[in-house]
C-alpha cells in the first residue's frame, strides 16, 4: 500500500513538471515568435524541472526494471551465483545513492544563499532534487532485492533462467 501511494505521487509529480515544462516552453515559442517577446524565466525553470523529472523518473525506473542492463555475462552463471551476484550489484547501487544523497544533503544549506536569476528562488529548492531522487530510488530497490532473495530456480518455457 505504502509503495502504491508513492508511486502515485512520483507518477503525478513528474506529469505535473512534463505540464509546466511543455506549457512554458509552448509559450515561449508562440511569444518570441508571434509577439517578439520573450519570458525570461522560461529557460531556468524548464533545466530545473527537467532535473526533477529526471532523479524522480529513475526511481519509477528502478521500480519497474527499466534500468539499462547487459546480462550477457551474468547468465552464463547458475541460478545460485546469478542470484548473489544480482544482490551484490543491488547493494552495491545502493551504497552508492546513500553517498550520492548524503552528499546532497551536506550542500543543500549552502543553497539557501543562491538565488536563481530569473526565478528570484532559493537554487535550493531544485537541488533537493538530488536527495528526494535518492531516498525514492533507494526505496524502490529495497521491494527488487526482496524479490531476487525471494526466487527459486524456475526455468522460463524456452528453457531460460528468469532474469531479474
Not at 539499462?68 to 551484490?88: D, E, G, P, Q
Not at 538530488?130 to 525514492?136: A, E, H, K, T, Y
Not at 527488487?144 to 532474469?163: A, R, T, Y
Request: net charge positive; charged share 15%; proline share 4%.
Amino acid at each position: 500500500m505504502f509503495y502504491r501511494w508513492m508511486s502515485r505521487i512520483v507518477e503525478m509529480s513528474i506529469f505535473f513538471c512534463a505540464v509546466v515544462i511543455v506549457t512554458i516552453v509552448t509559450a515561449e515559442v508562440v511569444l518570441r515568435y508571434g509577439f517578439s517577446h520573450s519570458l525570461i524565466f522560461t529557460e531556468e525553470l524548464s533545466r530545473y524541472l527537467m532535473v526533477w523529472i529526471v532523479f524522480l523518473g529513475s526511481a519509477l525506473a528502478i521500480r519497474d526494471g527499466s534500468h539499462i542492463n547487459i546480462n550477457f555475462l551474468i547468465n552464463r552463471f547458475s541460478w545460485k551465483v546469478r542470484k548473489w551476484v544480482l544482490v551484490a550489484a543491488h547493494l552495491l547501487s545502493v551504497a552508492f545513492l546513500v553517498v550520492v544523497m548524503v552528499e546532497g544533503i551536506r550542500i543543500l544549506p549552502q543553497q539557501f544563499h543562491q538565488m536563481c536569476v530569473t526565478l528570484d528562488l532559493p537554487v535550493f529548492y531544485f537541488y533537493l532534487a538530488i536527495p528526494v531522487g535518492c531516498v525514492l530510488m533507494i526505496l524502490f530497490m529495497l521491494p527488487v532485492i526482496k524479490n531476487v532473495l525471494k526466487k527459486s530456480e524456475v526455468l522460463e518455457p524456452e528453457g531460460k533462467q528468469p532474469v531479474c
